[in-house]
Every structure is written in structure tokens, then in C-alpha cells.
């Protein structure tokens, strides 16, 4: 059971039933085409993987934030799934709080996932990544980010929130503030968490169930000026309860240096071809070692 | 009877502020020793820091001025020489055991307490520093910049905006930040101390403004006076530049950055490290600085930040180089988005943040100012207050006080527009000329608040009366009482907490102003910690113009006529000051603008010039292009062209004229060459050195036993019979006094070259007394005494001679009525630049006292680069490379006698008295010595050709003692001791007075006194004599001063002979007879005064003078 804490719920108590994968980057459209071997042994693009995440955790829609021109090229490596989804092109390219302003319509009055499509996730235990953070959505009622402890050196990378944990929960916390890339020593003066390590601070894991205030207040933001999401989220965080979920998963960032690899790597352990991927590893090391 | 933990850890308050003194004031030897056996255990079990530190400067106070009086009639011990090593390792605890251990073993004794005292006050105040720098580390803002040990981790990344190169000039922009500095209007009486701060948060208040300030007639405007630049170049090196210092370096190693004191750029150097550009937690790793800078700045890029002062005085006491680090740190943290904004002001988050990573570089660097010291980031006139620690804070539960303190911005309603324009019409800021050491100072504050002495205390709670007063003047904008108030603080509490922050210069200024203004003279102020730099003098408005002139004439005048006495770094100056109103500013220039400041260009261009224009790089010749484009068309650039002219052909070597005064100084005072070679020659042979000062290393070495001395030091008195003696020859006029004043007292200014003699030391009987005043003071009261007024001889030299002369002529001789002669010295010696060895063997083999960490790491950093100096320049070269009396020296204490015999002054005495039998030599600083006709008898009664007064030890007093030397009993110079120990079996030190029989003096010489009109027979005599006496090598600090104010000290090599090898001769009979403490001891560094006047050393001297 979650405390409440007297800020108000914007949270409608009803099942989060759409998601928005934002792909419309220009360094990262590409990335979600890729292809990779999911955790059965199937190749599948990196959005047929994401989307079958978060149909798995019982979301119907979909909506993709595209590049305009390419929405063909998604649909294809949606494959069988395409047809439940919405391949939405972002006009201009005006940041990613706008790209995900552009799915406002598509959401309407209903909360909703919010996904990277660069981004890749395996769970630590039975249920999903997206499972878990929609599940902790449900039974707190309002805004939740899934969120990671991170060494203060990738915090150039990432935004990052500060609170204080709900008491009685391991991994829930109360969030106070947003700072999008904050500097460790801002991150110092107002992002530290009680219970974390030294040096370490929650920071954005990509996913979050989003309630539509959030939507509004993008808009709201957006129609004032440039706004990113991490704007909006601190002015959530300001108004009404929201929460991070500490996931029990990894992220896999496919657009960092090896990061294809990496993600490869980590899908292939933790499915069912876990030992030929492991025996592939050992092999190409002792070859390697051979050489040198 | 008062338990003296009660003082400490009562709950209430009124026993808590009880006086230590006061407490131990009637407690007996006995309970005194108790009281700090119980003390010595409370704080070893305390967990509380305070209590602890309170503790440990009760154990000192105790040791220092209360045992002491009450241990005069107990035997004299001796100092472990294994407690002192541990002292001067730091290993205060250990030291403390030992101490602790001999006073079990031998019973307490003067010695041993004198060891104690300097332990636990060490102790103390390391205690308190471990505490501030782990406060320091703890801010939250500043922790991880320590965590931080590989690039991989570097999370700071450059603006973008700050990458981004212009297409049309070339050039990447310049971010500035232009910092004001700061003046404290009440002088807070140190309160801004951290210590004081972080115990007696409610006592820690200051009026702190931001100014801007150009030097009077100089520019139309005040301007910021430190700002700092950065932009980004295509080399992975740090490029540093301090243009008002004159360095630059390309640096491409951590080592270097973390090496402060090899070039002047160790201030640009601590705000890239505080600035977590380079974190403080990456040092010692073996990481490499190119890659870290990829990390900040992109591959392949580096980072070029400058600093410049516009030409403000180092000493201002307007914390100048704690605003330029300020200015530094935030043009680092903008830069590298730790600020919101890269242009403009900053938040109050951020301005706290600046001062916390400022007093995070102060500590890197090893220096240290006062919490309020970067107060020009802020805006105007603001209230810096001590805060009370609570939960959440990094001090919570370790002291009562945060580090950081809190700022309350005044606005119109708190100092109306008016009342602000007034201060500027009539407040006079200047730079009296003098730059002091005020870290001694700042401990005394300390030790003095927390042993809580009346009136000290008293004083400190006067000082918020004041800043009250201040503030209610400044509301209603009444500047004449705020000037009232700044003057009752100068007079009153800030002289009652520290005597010595008042000075005699300073106060002729007020005087003069005061008569030449009249009741147009509002108020004297104070800035900082020591008058005689940083001051306010504040006048009607309508005077301003005539304050401004007549002080700069004045200044200028009065320095003239003391600066044989004080040491003065520099010219006076009268500044042009404006309170701004916005604190630190930063722009970011692009597109044309983006230029360095016109002063690099004045330091850059002419090297580049220099330089092949194919390696000068495609972002140089854009910038030189931009640069000579700017010199056409902007006025502030106009005259650029000629002054880049003129440093690139100079037209005079500068030295020229400092040679020629040397070399005819050389030739006037008989400057023997010969000698001179043949010195530099043994020197670089290996002949003579510091470590040929000792003697064998076999030579036995024992404490002298009772009877081979007589001994008075613990108040024993001389028969009566021997008083009357002495009385009858003082009646007789038998005696004259010789006082040695022909040396500058280098520990007395650190190497300023100012005649200590003249130096007005300590206000006695009412006013600021010269060492040579008191002295006459004492021979007139003996004069009176017995009815004759005794000859007075001071010794001088090429140094102190014509001072001297000038300065008694100036006071009529003080009206002495006796015969008062001055011997000019007859020898002179050139100093040379130090072997590696000797500097080797001074800082490596002799032991020394190890500083705390980061001070040591400088000081490492320091000796690496004189070690080189004295390679470049040539070891055992002439020292040539300063003022002409900086490069020369006096040749040692045992020539001064000789000289009497050499120029005639005792020729001359024996013709006005052919009575006189004895002279009395004495050093100018034993202040307490005088003409005691008890000790004269004694002397006569002997028959003794020399009679040398010793006093007991304490752990001050180094350089030898009294030994059986090889079964000899004779005085040894702590030079010549074969090893470090044996100083510390002796109980005696030599105090260096002597009495002197003259027929037995001249009997040595093989002289008599119809020999001393032969001039040349006098001086073979001296020479033969001056053969067998030992030479040493010493090696001396000297000051070079250069800029505006800045000062270097090196380390130079002179030779001496002492008196004290007299001892050693077997032609003169020689006796020794210990004496007081308060009659021998020598006061060599200002630091000992301030103990001096609390323990009644400076009574007794008064006891012995008549002033008029």
C-alpha cells in the first residue's frame, strides 16, 4: 500500500492503456530498425521487441513519434504488430518534449506509457520491466518513472530526480525535483536520496506511466517557449503526487558506443540461448587471446 | 575551588564565559597541576571537538602564563629531545606523552611546561584545521569532486556555447566574470574567523560590501578590479595566464596542475581543481590531463583561462586574491553549466556554492582567509552572519556553528539610496603601503575568544554594540556617526583583543588627519586583520578632495620617515572607490568581441611576435588579426601599438643602476674581495657549508654542573656588597652599554631588510617605543640611580648606520644625557646564491617543523623551484638580483666589539672617561637586560675577563647553550652542535650578554690602550684574532619585492662570526652566571609579543625604564 502524502491525485483510476515510443530523433531514427535476436532466439527489430514488451504488459495502443517519411519503414519493422499501432511524425524537430506533445491527441484525457525507442530492457524477475512500472502506477494512482541508481558520471547522459523514499517501500520513492542532466554539483545540493550509495542518484530509465496533466502541462510549457519533458515532470512533481519506481531490470541504450552489442548481449543472457551465447563468448575470447 | 572542566562543560552560560585566567589566578602549584592532569584526561575522553580544543588551549594557557610564575624556584629541567622530534613531525599526541612522562619522572619544571604549552597549543589549532577542511570537504556541492579518481568518471561537460567558433573571425567566444572586491565596514574583530564562526555563531557578524576601485587619478571610473576569462583552444592542455603577475604556461600533466607554488599561477591552478575541472580526488592517480579535458572540453581541446587584477595592490585588505579565486571558480563553474546562466548575475545557491569551492581553493592552495573574504559575489551591502548548525547539516552535532555562513543582501529600506551615496562622497580608501603576516594574529583571536580572558572578552561582546551603531548611522545616513563608531572600535575593541593590530604608522596618520581636519575628520577605520595596509579615513563630503590629497602626501611622507623601521611592500596609494551594486557579472564576448583582456595581449604579443609565424597556429593568427584590427578602432586599446613597442625593444637593462649602487656600497664599507672569492670558492668545493659549521662528530658534548656557574635565575639574590660595587663603578662612570644593533632581525619581518632596532615594537608607557628608546630608557633610570649617566654604544652598519643616525638626531636622542655614541661597522660581506647542498642539508637533514598537509605540499613545491633557482642562477654566484641592502650583510656579532677598537668609538670613550673598566654587550632584542649594579659587582668581584649571562631553557630557545665541551665549559653556537640531541641535555641557553672587562679584552687582542690610536696595529690585532675564530655558513630568508606589493622570499647563503666563540679562548677568563628569565630572554619574532605582554614580561620591562 502506497502512503499518501496530501498532494493531489491526478492519476485516473483506470488501467494505463496507451503507450508512445519516441523514435523521431534524428541521430537515433534508425536504431529501433535494427535487428536483433530477442530472448526466444527469434530476430526481430528493436521496436518489434519493445512493442511486444508492452503489449505483453496488456497495452492495446501504440503510438510511435516518427521522423516524417518514415513511417513505412517503421511499420515494416513492427511486422505483426503494426497493426496496432500509430506512426506519428513529428513535423519539426523541436526537441523531444514536443515530440512527445505530438501524441497529445492520441492520449487524450488517458494516462499513458512513455517509452524511448532507442532502449531496450531486461527484467531481473518474472514480469517485465513495463509490467512492473505499470503495475506500481496502478496501486499509486499517479505519475510514475521508472528510474535507475547511476554514478554521478553518467549524469551528463540522463535526467535525474530527488526525493525521499515512501516509507515502507523498497523501491518507491517520492519525487521533489527533475533536473534534466543536472551537474553533480547541483545533483549534490538537491538530488541527493537518503539510502543511496555516495555518489549515486536516480536517474530517468526511460519508461514512465504518465498521468494526462502531464500532457497538459507539456502543452502548456510548449506554447510558452521551449520546454522538455523534464520541465514538465518538475512541474509535476511541484503539483501532484509523483513517484520513481526503482525497476527491477537493465536498461540497454542500443545508441551508445557498442551499445547494439551490449543489448544483444544482454537479451542472449537472459533467454533461452543463454548457454550457446555464453559459449560463443568464451570461444571468441580464447581466439582472441590465442592471436595476441 | 573552580574545577576548570566546569568552565567548559557546565550548562551554564556565565560559567562557561568564566575567564581561565581569573580561574587560576589563586590555585597553587600543586592545584594548577591537578587541574590539568584532569584537564589532559577530559580531553582525551571528550568526543565533543570544542571541548576538546577548549581543553587543549586551557592545557596550553596553564603551561604558557600560570605554571611558569609559580615553577620560578624549582630546579630547571631539560626537554626530551624525542618530544621535540614528535612536535616537529606533528605527532602532537606522542609529543604530549613524552612531555608528560619526563614532567612524572623529573618533577614540573619551566622547561617542560614550555614544551607542553607549545604542544597543546598545536594541537589545538591542528585540531581545529582538521575540522574546518573536513567541513570544507562536507559541503554538499564540494563532496564529489573527492570521490572523483579517473577521467571515465569526469561528469562536467563545456557549454556548447562556449564551442562553438565564430566562422567569420575564427575565434571560439570568451567567458568573463568582472568580481568587485570587499570591504568590511565595522571590522567584525575577526569574527569571521572560522573558528569563531563555527562555535559563537551569534558572534559572528559582518558589514560586508562589494566595491569597485581604480588607484585616485588613475582612471575616470571604479571598475571591478579582478576579473577572469576562459575560452576554449584547439590543445589538449590547460593554458593558464595570471596577467597581473606576468606567468603563463601551457600545462599538460595533473602533476602540474597540482603543483602551486612552482610558477604564480597557483591561484588559477586551485580554482581549476576547486572547480572540479581538474577534481581534487583525481590527484596522485597517473591519469592523464588530455584525457580528462576530453571528457570537459571534446577531443583534442584544452581550455585557456586568465586572471588579471587591474593593478590593485596585493595587502589591500580588500581580499583581493580570495575574489579573483572567487572570479575564477565562477567563470569555471559557469562554463562548465554548474551555473544556470553563463551570462549575468548568480543565484543565491550558486554565489554559496562559489564560496564554498572559495575556501575549498584557499585550503588547496594552503592559504586561508575569513568567511566573509568572498563577499564581492555578492551584490552591495549585505549582512554576513554566523549560522547556527542544525539536522541536515554537515556540522550538526560536531559544532555549534555552520562553516558557511549566511547572507542577508540590504536593501533600500535597510541602507537608503541616499545614505549609500554619501559613504562614497566621504569615505577615503587607501593603501597604506605595509603588508604583514596576519596569520599569528588570527590564532591569538582564537586562543584568546576560547579561553574567554578579560578584557578580550568583553571587548568581542563590544563589538556588536558597534556594528549596531553602524547600521542605525547607515539607515538614516548619518555617515559622521558611523565614523565615530569605526574610530571607538579601532581604539577599543579591536586594540584590546589584538594590541598589535594598531602600529605606529597608523596611528601618526590619524593624528595628522585629525589636526589638519579637525572636526572634518569623521572617522579612521580599519580594514582586516592589520592596520598599515587596507584603511578608511572618512570626511565631510566637501573635504573628500582634500582628504584624498592630503592623505597620499601624508602616507607618502610618514612612510618615508619610518620605512628604515616598518616594513613597507610598496608606494602608498588612495583609491577611487563605487559600492557595486551587482556583485560578480559575467559575459560571454563573441563574433569580434571575443578578445582577452587588453593586458594579455601586452604579456602574449610579444612572445608571439617572437615566434615563427608558421608555428603560431591558425587560431593565434586569427586572434592576432582580430586583436590588431581592435587596436585601430577601440579607445581603450589606444596606445597599444607603442606599449607592445617597447616591450619588445626595451631600451635600458633595468638592473643597471642597482649594480652601480651595490658596487659603491661594496667599495665604501671595505668590501674584501680576496675573501669574498676565496668563500664562494670553499663553498662550491664543499669546503664550507652547513654542515662544516658542526664540530666533530666525536666531540663530547655534557651539561655544565652547578658549580660551574653561579646561578641567580631562580630568584636568588647577589650579596649587598656586590650591588654597592656595581653602584660605586656606575657612579664612577665605569661602565658603558654596547648594544648590538647592526642586523636587520630577519625572523623579526621575515627578510624585509628593515632596521629592527627602530622598529616600534609595543605601545610602553603610553606609546609606541623603539627597541633603541627602551634601551636608552633603562641605562637613564640607572644613570639616575646611581648619578652618572652611563655611555650608551649602539653598533651598527652599512645598513642600519645612516637610519639610525637620522632617527635619534629626529627624536634629540631621546634626551639622553650620557655620552651616546653609534660604532658604524667596518665590515661588510656580499651574499651569494645557496648551494644545493646546503639547501639540501637545511631542509632534509636539520630538523624543522613539518606543516599540515597541504602547506607542506607547498612548501615542497616551493623548495623543488628555489632548488632550481639556485641551479639556473649558479650556486655560491653573488646575490645581485635585488636592492643593494637586500644582496649585502652584516658579517656577525663578533666584529662588532673589534669595530669599536677599529673606528676610534672606544678611543673616543676612554678620552671623555678614561675611568671606564667594563662594557656590557647585549643583543637589541633582550629587552629585559639592563645595567643591574648586583651583576655589574659581580662581574668586578670575579676578576673575569667575560662574563656571559645565561638563562634555563625552554623549548623556544634554540641556537646552543652552555657545555662542557670535551670537558671545557664553554658556550656553543647551535651551528656548531655535532648532532641535533645535544642541544637538548643542555639546561642553559645563551642569552648574549656579556660583560666585558676592557684591559682584558684588549690583553686578548694583544692590544693596550695606548695601542688604540694605532690604527694599523689595532687592526692586524683584529685580523690575527678574527683567524681563530670559527666561520659560519648561514643561510638567510631575503625578501625581493616586485609588482604592485607582491613579495618573493629566498633563501641566500651569508657567512658570520659569533661572540660567543669568545668563550673558547684560553687567553681570557670567561665566567657564566645564569640569570632570570625575564632579564635574558630575546624577543626574535613578532609572534612573541603578544605572550610577552600577558605573561608580565612587558611590565618588568617597564619596571626597569624612565621614558622621560
Redesign the interface.
Known sequence: MIASTGKTLHFPVVKVSKAIITAAGQKQRTLPLQTLVDRDGVPKSALAILAEEITAAGISEIAVIVCPGDEAAYATAAGPLASGMKFIPQTQPLGYGHAVHCAADFTGDDPFLLMVGDHLYTSRISRSCTAQLLETSQSGKCSVSAVQAT??????YYGSVGGRRVPGSERLYEIDTVIEKP???????KL?VPGLR??NYLCFFGMHALAPSVMETLGRQLAAGPADLSSALAETARRERYLAYEIQGRRHDIDLHYGLLTTQLALGLAGKDRDEVLALIVESLVQSQAQA | MANLIDLIISADEDVRNRALDAACAKMTLAELLKEAAELDAFRRQSENLYQRVRALLFLHSIHRFHLPARLVAEKSGVIPFKGYSNLLERRFEEAIDVFLKTQAKDGPSDAISSALASAYQKLAFQTLADQVRRSVRGV??????F??GHP??????IRKELTRRDPNTGLFPVLRERTPVRMDLTHCGWSDIFFLGMDYPEGAKVLNISVDLTVHGRDKHPAPPVEASLRVIEQPVLRLTSVDLGCTADISSLNEVFDFAKDYLGLLKAAVIAS?IVPPGIEGSGQDLAHLLERVVGPGRGLEIVSNVNNIPKGSRLAVSTNLLAALIGVC?RA???AGSLDGGLEE?ERR?VLARALLGEWIGGSGGGWQDSGGVWPGMKLICGTVASEGDPEFGISRGRLMPTHRILDTTDVPEDARRKLQESLVLVHGGMAQNVGPILEMVTEKYLLRSEPEWSARKKTHGILDQILTGLKHGDIASVGTATTANFHGPIQTIIPWAGNLYTETLIEKTRTEFGTDFWGFWMLGGMAGGGMGFMFAPERKADGQRFLQKTMSETKRLLAAALPFAMEPVVYDFAINERGTWAELLTEKDALMPSGYYRFIVPNLLRMDRRALGAARHAELDRFADACRTRPELKGMVSTLFDSIFPDVEEDSGNRETLAATLEKYGFDHATHEKIREDLRAGRIGLAQNRLPANTLIDDVRESDLTDIASGQTLPDNLRKLGLAALANGEVAVVTLAAGAGSRWTQGAGVVKALHPFCKLGGRHRSFVETHLAKSRRIGRLCGTAPAHVFTTSYFSHEPTRRFLEQHDHFGYDGPLVLSEGKSIGLRTVPTVRDLRFAWEEMPQQTLDVQQQKVRESVRTALIQWAQSTGEAADYTDNLPVQCLHPVGHWYEIPNLLRNGTLLGLLKKRPQLKTLVMHNIDTVGMDLDPALLGHHLASDAGLTFEVITRRLEDRGGGLASVNGKIRLVEGLAMPREEDEFNLTYYNSNTCWIDIDSLLSTFQLTRGDLTDATKVAAAVRTLAAAMPTYITLKDVKKRWGHGQEDVFPVCQFEKLWVDMSQLSSIETRYIAVPRLRGQQLKDPSQLDGWLRDGSASYLESLCEWE
Open positions: 554514478h554521478e558520471s553518467k549524469l551528463p551537474t553533480p554539483t547541483e545533483a549534490e545540493q541527493v555516495a555518489g | 554538499r556541492g564540494n563532496q564529489w569532486m570521490r572523483m571515465a568518471d569526469q561528469p562536467l561537460r572540479g563553474m562548465t553549466g554548474q545557491n556554492i
